[in-house]
C-alpha cells in the first residue's frame, strides 16, 4: 500500500519542529522540503488546527503545540518498564543524592522517559522526552556499547567529547569489561554521568539507567564508589524483569 505523501509530508514537518527549539518559519520548511510556501502553510494551519503545532506570534514561527506533549505522556503511561523502574531511580536519588535517569533507544538516540530530581538547588535535569546523543552521554554510551551498534556520526559537544572512531571503540571495549559508562563533561561542561545497561529475560539490553550530577559534587574520587550503587542497582532491576546472569 502506497503512502499519503500529504500526511507523509506533515509528519516529516512535525519532525524537523521536534528538531528545531527554535521553532521553524514557512520559508525555511519550503526550502528544507523542495515545495511551494503555500502548501507548507496549509499543512501548518492543518498541525495547528489539531494541536499538534503553534505558532508563535512574536517570531511567526512555528513550534510544537501541546496535543504532542498530551500524546507522549500518555505512551510514557503506558510503558511498564517505566513503571518497573521508579523505585529504582528513586532508590538511587537516595543513595547518591544525585538526579537519576532512565533512557530507551530511539532513532538512533537516547531518549529519556523517565526522571527523578536530586533534593539539592543545584542538580542536572534533563527533561522526560528528552533525546540526546549516544556516543558522549553516559546512558547513550551505554545503548551504544550493550546493544552494539554501529557508531553514529561524531561531532564535538565540549573539549572532552570524543570524536576519533578508533578511539571510542577502545572507550566502548571497556564499557562492557567494567559494566558501566560515565560521561565527563563529554556533552555538557560542569556535569558528570554514570550509567549502567537494563536487561530483559531474553537477555537483551532494553534501557540504561544511571545519574547526572555537577562535577562539583561528583568528583572523579566518587565515581568508583558511586559507580558501584548504579550497577547494583541496574543489576537488581535486571533481575526483577527476569534477566539471569548464569542463564545460558
Given at each position: 500500500?502506497?503512502?499519503?505523501?500529504?500526511?507523509?509530508?506533515?509528519?516529516?514537518?512535525?519532525?524537523?519542529?521536534?528538531?528545531?527549539?527554535?521553532?521553524?518559519?514557512?520559508?525555511?520548511?519550503?526550502?528544507?522540503?523542495?515545495?511551494?510556501?503555500?502548501?507548507?502553510?496549509?499543512?501548518?494551519?492543518?498541525?495547528?488546527?489539531?494541536?499538534?503545532?503553534?505558532?508563535?506570534?512574536?517570531t511567526r514561527r512555528y513550534v510544537l503545540g501541546a496535543q504532542v506533549v498530551r500524546l507522549s505522556?500518555?505512551?510514557?503511561?503506558?510503558?511498564?518498564?517505566?513503571?518497573?523502574?521508579?523505585?529504582?531511580?528513586?532508590?538511587?536519588?537516595?543513595?547518591?543524592?544525585?538526579?537519576?535517569?532512565?533512557?530507551?533507544?530511539?532513532?538512533?538516540?537516547?531518549?529519556?522517559?523517565?526522571?527523578?530530581?536530586?533534593?539539592?538547588?543545584?542538580?542536572?535535569?534533563?527533561?522526560?522526552?528528552?533525546?540526546?546523543?549516544?556516543?558522549?552521554?553516559?546512558?547513550?554510551?551505554?545503548?551504544?556499547?550493550?546493544?552494539?551498534?554501529?557508531?553514529?556520526?561524531?561531532?564535538?559537544?565540549?573539549?572532552?567529547?570524543?570524536?576519533?572512531?578508533?578511539?571510542?571503540?577502545?572507550?566502548?571495549?571497556?564499557?562492557?569489561?567494567?559494566?558501566?559508562?560515565?560521561?565527563?563533561?563529554?556533552?555538557?561542561?560542569?556535569?558528570?554521568?554514570?550509567?549502567?545497561?537494563?536487561?530483559?529475560?531474553?537477555?537483551?539490553?532494553?534501557?540504561?539507567?544511571?545519574?547526572?550530577?555537577?562535577?562539583?559534587?561528583?568528583?572523579?574520587?566518587?565515581?568508583?564508589?558511586?559507580?558501584?550503587?548504579?550497577?547494583?542497582?541496574?543489576?537488581?532491576?535486571?533481575?526483577?524483569?527476569?534477566?539471569?546472569?548464569?542463564?545460558?
Open positions: 500500500m502506497g503512502e499519503i505523501q500529504s500526511l507523509a509530508r506533515g509528519l516529516q514537518i512535525l519532525e524537523r519542529i521536534a528538531e528545531s527549539p527554535q521553532g521553524v518559519s514557512i520559508t525555511e520548511l519550503a526550502e528544507v522540503f523542495g515545495i511551494d510556501k503555500g502548501s507548507v502553510s496549509r499543512l501548518l494551519q492543518t498541525l495547528a488546527k489539531y494541536g499538534f503545532a503553534e505558532k508563535v506570534a512574536s505522556r500518555v505512551m510514557l503511561a503506558r510503558m511498564p518498564l517505566r513503571e518497573t523502574a521508579r523505585p529504582f531511580l528513586t532508590r538511587l536519588v537516595e543513595q547518591t543524592g544525585e538526579c537519576a535517569h532512565l533512557a530507551i533507544l530511539a532513532q538512533g538516540q537516547a531518549l529519556y522517559i523517565d526522571q527523578q530530581e536530586s533534593p539539592f538547588s543545584l542538580r542536572v535535569t534533563t527533561g522526560v522526552g528528552t533525546m540526546a546523543p549516544l556516543f558522549c552521554t553516559a546512558l547513550g554510551k551505554v545503548l551504544l556499547a550493550f546493544c552494539y551498534l554501529p557508531l553514529p556520526e561524531l561531532k564535538p559537544y565540549t573539549a572532552r567529547t570524543i570524536t576519533d572512531p578508533l578511539m571510542l571503540e577502545r572507550h566502548l571495549e571497556i564499557v562492557r569489561a567494567q559494566g558501566y559508562a560515565i560521561d565527563d563533561e563529554e556533552y555538557n561542561v560542569g556535569v558528570r554521568c554514570i550509567a549502567v545497561p537494563v536487561y530483559d529475560d531474553r537477555a537483551s539490553c532494553v534501557a540504561a539507567i544511571g545519574i547526572s550530577g555537577p562535577t562539583s559534587r561528583l568528583t572523579l574520587e566518587k565515581i568508583p564508589e558511586t559507580a558501584q550503587a548504579v550497577v547494583a542497582t541496574g543489576k537488581e532491576l535486571s533481575a526483577l524483569l527476569g534477566f539471569s546472569e548464569h542463564a545460558s
